[in-house]
């Protein structure tokens, strides 16, 4: 990943922030108030261009980071742009997030890409799956490497709209009501899934899943309706007090918290039209602002997460890993799913062709001609 460059952004002050006000901001990434240098604004725009950008974080250093991060878009570009921040559900449903840019409602939209998988399939390969590309590294191999991002862009330009960049998140975990240990206690749970290939993985392997957005995860695990619910990481998911409703958290083997969305990518995607009114300049710079803000998002999750273990333990809560014996098990179930997603269109066969070259590469090595045997891409 890119690092900020150190003109762009000057610290507001040197106090260490307290913590509660780093709850407050969203990490100390978040925190540090930062600020650009000033961006040389366009001389013919008399104006503030002004985006309605509405996110999928509900709440928690997902959503605090987000919104002091817009507040700093109108200075760091002189007064041209501005970012007007709102959290998941606050102006369109969170699944509703891709047509309330393309009508209009919004200008863009920071979403979870997963969640478009039921009406693009190829968004499945634009977000972690079930033992898939496993580091953020691998991603970026990926997008930056091998025409990832080029596609991305393509894919979502037929449907109106602007894919700008990729933002890093981290592994999701998954809270339940009764421990789960090994694949087979899997079998018979309802488990609340992100949907698309996901969703596909768990039931191959017995679960009862469920399609809610992040917002519904406590609710439905506190009334029962789910046993179990996948979402996001440890600070999130803390401040949402899935401690209050779930007393098991299970992950993967050590080294791998999550194997079936260990990077759960989101993304930055504008109308087209509204993309197409900013100057080439200016293009260039919300895309390099796109990285920049993946930086310190990324940064204040993985701090925050590592912060939150702790309060589960205190909290009583008891947390499993996989035990590495099982990824097989996984690797079996996954593989099939891999090639009848990447057979559902032609952009989901491109997609899944660059990520099978990475993962059959002597780079990463996950994946063996054995592994493959018998199955194949139609497009």
Same mark, same amino acid.
């Given at each position: 990943?890119?690092?900020?460059?150190?003109?762009?952004?000057?610290?507001?002050?040197?106090?260490?922030?307290?913590?509660?006000?780093?709850?407050?901001?969203?990490?100390?990434?978040?925190?540090?108030?930062?600020?650009?240098?000033?961006?040389?604004?366009?001389?013919?725009?008399?104006?503030?261009?002004?985006?309605?950008?509405?996110?999928?974080?509900?709440?928690?250093?997902?959503?605090?980071?987000?919104?002091?991060?817009?507040?700093?878009?109108?200075?760091?570009?002189?007064?041209?742009?501005?970012?007007?921040?709102?959290?998941?559900?606050?102006?369109?449903?969170?699944?509703?997030?891709?047509?309330?840019?393309?009508?209009?409602?919004?200008?863009?939209?920071?979403?979870?890409?997963?969640?478009?998988?039921?009406?693009?399939?190829?968004?499945?390969?634009?977000?972690?799956?079930?033992?898939?590309?496993?580091?953020?590294?691998?991603?970026?191999?990926?997008?930056?490497?091998?025409?990832?991002?080029?596609?991305?862009?393509?894919?979502?330009?037929?449907?109106?709209?602007?894919?700008?960049?990729?933002?890093?998140?981290?592994?999701?975990?998954?809270?339940?009501?009764?421990?789960?240990?090994?694949?087979?206690?899997?079998?018979?749970?309802?488990?609340?899934?992100?949907?698309?290939?996901?969703?596909?993985?768990?039931?191959?392997?017995?679960?009862?899943?469920?399609?809610?957005?992040?917002?519904?995860?406590?609710?439905?695990?506190?009334?029962?309706?789910?046993?179990?619910?996948?979402?996001?990481?440890?600070?999130?998911?803390?401040?949402?007090?899935?401690?209050?409703?779930?007393?098991?958290?299970?992950?993967?083997?050590?080294?791998?918290?999550?194997?079936?969305?260990?990077?759960?990518?989101?993304?930055?995607?504008?109308?087209?039209?509204? *993309?197409?009114?900013?100057?080439?300049?200016?293009?260039? *710079?919300?895309?390099?602002?796109?990285?920049?803000?993946?930086?310190?998002?990324?940064?204040?999750?993985?701090?925050?997460?590592?912060?939150?273990?702790?309060?589960?333990?205190?909290?009583?809560?008891?947390?499993?890993?996989?035990?590495?014996?099982?990824?097989?098990?996984?690797?079996?179930?996954?593989?099939?799913?891999?090639?009848? *997603?990447?057979?559902?269109?032609?952009?989901?066969?491109?997609?899944?062709?660059?990520?099978?070259?990475?993962?059959?590469?002597?780079?990463?090595?996950?994946?063996?001609?054995?592994?493959?045997?018998?199955?194949?891409?139609?497009?």
């Amino acid at each position: 990943m890119t690092s900020a460059p150190r003109d762009r952004y000057q610290p507001a002050g040197d106090a260490q922030p307290s913590r509660r006000a780093l709850l407050k901001t969203g990490g100390a990434a978040a925190a540090g108030a930062l600020m650009a240098a000033p961006f040389i604004r366009d001389a013919q725009a008399a104006e503030t261009t002004s985006w309605k950008v509405q996110t999928s974080w509900p709440a928690g250093v997902g959503l605090q980071t987000f919104k002091t991060w817009c507040a700093t878009i109108k200075d760091k570009t002189g007064g041209e742009l501005e970012f007007k921040p709102f959290a998941a559900k606050e102006v369109v449903g969170d699944f509703e997030l891709l047509d309330g840019v393309k009508n209009g409602v919004l200008e863009a939209m920071n979403s979870f890409t997963l969640y478009w998988a039921g009406k693009l399939p190829a968004t499945a390969f634009l977000s972690s799956y079930l033992m898939g590309l496993r580091y953020p590294h691998e991603w970026d191999i990926f997008f930056y490497s091998k025409d990832g991002l080029k596609v991305a862009r393509e894919i979502f330009a037929k449907q109106g709209l602007y894919y700008v960049n990729r933002i890093h998140h981290g592994p999701n975990i998954i809270h339940s009501k009764k421990p789960i240990r090994t694949i087979e206690d899997f079998k018979g749970l309802k488990l609340r899934v992100p949907g698309g290939m996901i969703a596909e993985g768990f039931a191959s392997i017995g679960a009862k899943t469920t399609l809610l957005p992040g917002g519904e995860v406590f609710s439905a695990l506190e009334k029962g309706t789910v046993e179990a619910a996948d979402y996001t990481g440890p600070a999130v998911n803390w401040d949402l007090g899935f401690q209050q409703v779930a007393k098991y958290i299970w992950t993967g083997p050590p080294g791998l918290e999550s194997v079936y969305q260990p990077v759960d990518l989101m993304d930055f995607v504008v109308r087209m039209d509204v *993309w197409n009114k900013l100057s080439p300049k200016m293009k260039q *710079w919300v895309d390099d602002e796109i990285q920049v803000y993946s930086n310190i998002h990324h940064g204040a999750i993985q701090k925050a997460d590592m912060e939150a273990w702790g309060k589960f333990e205190k909290a009583g809560v008891k947390i499993n890993r996989l035990p590495a014996e099982d990824l097989p098990k996984f690797q079996r179930a996954a593989v099939p799913l891999w090639f009848k *997603w990447a057979n559902k269109d032609k952009d989901a066969t491109r997609l899944f062709k660059l990520q099978l070259e990475i993962m059959e590469s002597h780079t990463v090595g996950y994946v063996t001609p054995d592994m493959v045997k018998g199955l194949k891409l139609e497009a």
